[in-house]
């Protein structure tokens, strides 16, 4: 089945605590990205990946790293968790940047820094 | 003001109704104009999408793009309980790195 996955599902850690949710695909894309979802705020960008060992900053970038070194796996890094990054976060991907009109999402991952 | 406004409801119909869904936008790069679907507790899903201006029919969902007036829709025809979800519009162009801005979501619930 053509998916995307991440995990954990759900985390609550503490201030400063390094943590890292992966995500995977297995429908060989090119394209990935993360994003924080907020009330009211919607969908937001945080980094993305057009190809191995090519990422970018989105729009809210700070407090999170990224790595590709595999095509099918994109892990989102929070170095020094803080409260205010208590949000729910999907990775997607898309076979190409230039298709990234249709995305694919995972389940998400609630995270809750205290 | 945000690149795209869309109303976060909740709008409440009984089975049957014909819905319509809004969003509003800045930016006139953007070519791309899709509707996401999400359930609770699960990511977005690819609804549909539309190039440019103009209407797209997928069975009872039909999305119109106004692009004159910055305007886009999305209409659902004898809306069904298991329609009740969060729809989000999102667009994107098709230079300028293809980013894709997302609306806030709509949070429809269909009365059985």
């Known amino acids: 089945e053509a998916q995307v996955t991440q995990n954990p599902r759900y985390l609550i850690t503490v201030t400063g605590k390094k943590l890292t949710v992966t995500c995977s695909q297995n429908m060989n894309h090119e394209y990935m990205s993360w994003y924080r979802q907020d009330p009211g705020l919607g969908l937001r960008q945080i980094y993305y990946?057009?190809?191995?060992?090519?990422?970018d900053k989105g729009d809210v970038p700070e407090g999170y790293k990224v790595s590709r070194k595999e095509k099918r796996n994109f892990p989102l890094i929070l170095e020094s968790p803080s409260p205010n990054q208590t949000s729910l976060y999907f990775c997607?991907?898309?076979?190409?940047?230039?298709?990234?009109?249709?995305?694919?999402f995972g389940p998400g991952t609630r995270l809750t820094v205290t | 003001q945000k690149e795209v406004e869309q109303d976060p409801g909740p709008l409440s119909v009984p089975e049957g109704a014909i819905v319509s869904l809004n969003c509003t936008y800045s930016n006139s790069a953007f070519q791309y104009f899709m509707w996401y679907r999400q359930y609770s507790r699960k990511g977005p899903e690819l609804l549909m999408y539309t190039y440019s201006s103009g209407n797209k029919e997928d069975g009872r969902f039909t999305a119109q793009v106004d692009k004159s007036s910055k305007y886009i829709s999305l209409f659902i025809r004898d809306s069904q309980p298991s329609d009740s979800a969060t729809y989000l519009c999102?667009?994107?162009?098709?230079?300028?790195?293809?980013?894709?801005?997302f609306g806030a979501g709509t949070r429809l619930f269909v009365k059985a």
């Open positions: 999102a667009m994107s162009g098709d230079t300028g790195g293809f980013k894709t801005i």
């Open positions: 990946s057009m190809n191995v060992e090519v990422t």
């Open positions: 997607a991907s898309s076979l190409a940047l230039a298709s990234s009109y249709e995305q694919y």
